[in-house]
Every structure is written in C-alpha cells, then in structure tokens.
C-alpha cells in the first residue's frame, strides 16, 4: 500500500490512463496514480490482483479492470506497464490482445519494466507504424521507493510524449527525466545496476571484515557513514547484513536478470566490466544457497 503521509500530489487535470501489471512495483505505482485523482484501469496476468487492487482504491476514480492488455489501454491516453522481462514486455504491447492493439493514435505506452535496450527500441518502431508513442522508463528505489512515490525514473524516447508524461508520472516520483532517444533509459538504469553490484559486494567485503576483526560493526557505520564511504546502500543495508535479515525488497534472481542485461549489453559496446561479471558470478553462488529471493544485500552470505 503506499504511504500518502506527507505525500503532496501536484493538482493537474484528471486524466484516462491504463496501468498493465500490478507486482511489487506496479501496484503502488498504479494507486499513486488513482489517489493523484486520475481514472485508471489495470490489467494483471493473475485477475485476482486486480480485482483486489480495485477494490482497494474503490474511493478513487471509478477504477476498473480488464480482461485483456488491450482491453485496458482502450481510450487511455497514456498507458503504463511494469512486468518482468522482454518476452513479458512483448506479451502485453503486440498481437491482437496487446496493447498496442487498443490504443488510439497519438496515446503513449510508457515501459517501466527493467528490460534491453534492444526491445525498447523494437517497440518504438512497433509504436511509430502504428501512429503511436513509446517511452521506456525503467525506475530506481525499489518496493520502498514505489510504495511512497519516490521513484526515480530515467526515460529514452522522443521529447513531446516525455513532456506530455512527465507531470502524470510525478504522482509516483521524485525524478522523471529524459536521457535521450529511444533505449536510453534502458542503458542508463544499466548503469544503474553496474554501480549497485560493486557497492554491494565492497560493503559485504567490508561488514565480514569488521566482523572478523572483532569490531562493533553497527558503530563502525555509524562512523564511516559520516565520511567518504557513505552511500544508500551502507545507510539501507548495512545494518541489516550485520543482522542477517535479507528480506528488504529486489531479489537476486531480479538483480542476475538485470546484470545479464548488462553483460548482453557489454558484448554489443565493447564495454569492459570485469567486476560486474565476477559480481554475477557471486549472485549466482547466492542462488545455489538457496537465496534466490533473498534481497541483493545477500551477497555477504557467501563470506560468512
């Protein structure tokens, strides 16, 4: 459910939107938009989760749901969608049930699932013959960042349908920006998650090593957290390594999806990534320990 405490949702017209994919992530995201005073309807794989979702939020703008993904998008002017991977994405945007199906001209599909570069600009071509617009916008923050509106989103696509979504978008973020053409936020959110492997491996690395050293590993980042090693994910996820509790949102079978993306990714560039592949490498030690869905804080299982 998400937090509405101190929540100031910006005052612009009501409008027709279809949410497509009520997980971890898109069901907040959906509510965010229906408490915004939008008229939303969704669409989910499994109907019970949104017909729960409706009734939950049934003060708000007569929400709905549907029977199909095309269903859903018929007569929203702007469509948004957070499902699991590309096959997901395609799924839900092309063949007659799709999305795309029931669109009418000039509407925006607006992809917030984490997915390649490759399928968001597969997409937009497929968005462009039909006269439609297409902007990929994976998000940062993760369940706690969806829950209370404080996404950070990074988009690739062209000006005009950014423009025309980022006030919308807002209801459920703190940042909303554009990167550049189509792909671009997809590369971007790889960027992402190149910066979040390192820095969880080399805080796992650190919490062993004070531990084995005999230290008060909590004090310990309390100070350091002070200086120059402070980052979100010592201030989030440091503290619980030290207490071993590793059910705080996104997975590892998520996080070695999103870094296999980013291996793909490198191949195609040429980028050199030799600590995100050994990170890669160590999630899948996670995985055979039985962590698949512990969350990506988990890696310090392997140094205990």
């Known amino acids: 459910m998400p937090s509405t405490n101190a929540r100031n949702y910006d005052s612009i017209a009501p409008r027709k939107l279809a949410f497509i994919g009520l997980g971890v992530m898109g069901y907040p995201m959906a509510a965010h938009l229906a408490l915004a005073g939008h ?4 669409y989910n794989r499994t109907a019970a ?33 957070c499902v699991g991977n590309d096959d997901d994405l395609r799924s839900v945007t092309l063949g007659a049930d799709g999305a795309f199906a029931g669109m009418e001209p000039g509407a925006i599909f607006v992809d917030h699932t984490t997915a390649s570069a490759e399928v968001a600009r597969e997409l937009y071509g497929a968005a462009r013959t039909l006269g439609l617009q297409f902007i990929d916008a994976p998000v940062s923050g993760g369940q706690a960042g969806a829950q209370n509106g404080l996404l950070t989103v990074m988009c690739g696509g062209d000006t005009a349908p950014f423009d025309a979504v980022q006030p919308v978008a807002m209801a459920f973020s703190r940042a909303f920006t554009r990167m550049g053409e189509s792909g671009a936020g997809q590369l971007t959110k790889m960027v992402n998650q190149i910066c979040i492997a390192g820095l969880v491996q080399g805080l796992s690395e650190a ?13 310990v980042l309390d100070v350091i957290g002070k200086g120059a090693a402070q980052s979100w994910q010592l201030d989030n996820r440091g503290k619980t390594m030290v207490a071993d509790k590793f059910d705080f949102g996104f997975a590892v079978d998520w996080m070695r999806k999103d870094l296999g993306l980013v291996l793909d990714e490198a191949k195609r560039n040429g980028a050199r990534l030799p600590v995100t592949a050994l990170v890669d490498q160590f999630y899948g030690d996670v995985q055979q320990m039985g962590g698949s869905r512990w969350d990506t804080s988990s890696l310090i299982k392997r140094l205990r």
Do not use: S
């Open 49 to 81: 989760k949104a017909q729960a979702w409706c009734a939950e939020y049934a003060a708000t703008r007569a929400p709905r749901h549907a029977d199909t993904p095309r269903m859903a998008a018929q007569g929203a002017e702007i469509v948004f969608c």
């Open 39 to 42: 008229e939303v309807t969704v």
């Open 207 to 219: 919490v062993a090593f004070g531990q084995r050293a005999g230290l008060d590993v909590n004090l």
